[in-house]
């Protein structure tokens, strides 16, 4: 048996995963839509299965077992919503949601029908993070005492110009944080859990937009720790850069090395039992054994599928697609208010700012016709 797909939205990354799907052997492409008549044909024709323009009409169909959202994400809550209230289950692109309330409602609704609900993080299937989560669940790391996470990419003014929605807050509501970073921001927030404040600062540095490029913030945890996250696309080389110290051990990813220290007698436990003035606790750099495992998107497509079937636990869980929602949007609100802002976010807080920025949103000029491109490159 084959968990038969739809796929919502295939104008973009919806086609890489119709793509995807064609290497699937627990899983196959069923039907297609999208807003634009011309793009739903097209790929309908490529692949030679049904296609539509209403998402209510393909989520309705029989002949699809399970649905892809790959809208842009302001239109993710009620498409997932949709399906799950019909018992299909679904996958949302990254994020789940434009803000923590409308990511409530859709986890509100998976836990209280029981349908599987995912969430593209597909870079959690990587070897180098599967390893990296071996570690922090284990407990050798200890009590967790700092993060930090610099994510530093580019991107050109013509990718901003590409098309009128993106990064303005009608269109995307935000910058950086909310479309390059979610990838970064679920790792982290994975590894090191979330915080409870968050103090930042965001900017526009280098391109001609209305939403963040840079994006700084100070992090507080509930047991003291404190955390760094930078974000931006702004650089290049860029960076991509995680580390985790804990009272028995220090993690560090750096682009594709991942590093990890034992401290046996622990920090504070030999920083309490030491005598010498410039003591200074033993530590033995470990290797890590990085597991041999498929990656890409098919990854949680099939995981899906294998969930259905077979019971297969879920890699990215849609439900824990609200944290990246929560940072996102603790540091656009600190960054744009100037004042720390408490996890979990005020969700009434957040709406009534995210309104007044999309009531001063102003189109853009001159863009062109939207480029629909699926991305390649990252």
């Known amino acids: 048996m084959k968990i038969r797909y739809g796929i919502v939205g295939v104008g973009g990354m919806g086609s890489g995963h119709a793509q995807a799907l064609q290497t699937i052997e627990e899983a196959g492409l069923a039907a297609v839509c999208d807003i634009i008549p011309e793009v739903a044909e097209r790929v309908g024709t490529q692949y030679s299965i049904p296609w539509c323009t209403d998402y209510h009409e393909l989520i309705d169909r029989k002949d699809v077992d399970a649905v892809m959202v790959a809208t842009p994400h302001y239109f993710h809550p009620e498409i997932a919503i949709y399906a799950m209230e019909k018992g299909k289950p679904v996958i949302s692109e990254k994020p789940i949601s434009v ?12 836990k209280r029908t029981g349908v599987p609900f995912g969430v593209m993080f597909q870079t959690r299937a990587e070897p180098i993070w599967r390893a990296a989560r071996e570690i922090v669940d284990s407990g050798r ?5 700092r993060t930090m996470l610099v994510y530093a990419d580019f991107r050109s003014q013509a990718y901003y110009n590409s098309a009128g929605w993106r990064a303005t ?3 995307e509501g935000g910058g950086v944080l909310i479309n390059q970073a979610p990838h970064a921001l679920d790792r982290f927030s994975l590894l090191g859990g979330l915080p409870n404040k968050v103090s930042a600062f965001t900017a526009t ?10 994006a700084a913030a100070m992090l507080e945890y509930p047991n003291g720790a404190v955390g760094y996250i930078y974000c931006s696309t702004t650089e290049s080389p860029g960076t991509n850069i995680m580390e985790f110290a804990g009272e028995h051990g220090k993690l560090q990813i750096v682009g594709k090395q991942i590093r990890l220290w034992d401290v046996p007698e622990g920090v504070k436990g ?10 200074d606790p033993s530590f033995v750099e470990v ?11 098919a990854v949680i497509l ?4 294998r ?12 439900v824990e697609g609200i944290r990246t929602v929560e940072l996102i949007n603790a540091i656009i609100l600190s960054g744009k208010t100037g004042k720390p802002v408490s996890v979990p976010v005020d969700r009434d807080q957040y709406d009534a700012f995210l309104k007044s920025m999309i009531q001063e949103s102003k189109p853009k000029e001159s863009t062109g016709p939207d480029l629909r491109i699926t991305d390649s490159v990252h």
């Open 99 to 110: 803000t923590v309330s409308a990511a409530d409602a859709m986890v509100a609704t998976a």
């Open 141 to 145: 790391l200890g009590e967790i005492y």
């Open 169 to 171: 807050w009608n269109g």
């Open 205 to 214: 540095r280098n391109h001609s937009i209305e939403v963040e490029d840079t």
């Open 270 to 279: 030999y920083s309490d039992t030491c005598t010498q003035m410039w003591g």
């Open 287 to 297: 290797p890590v054994t990085l597991p041999e495992c498929e990656t890409g998107h």
């Open 302 to 305: 099939r995981n899906m599928a």
């Open 307 to 318: 969930h259905i079937l077979y019971g297969e636990k879920l890699i990215a869980p849609g």
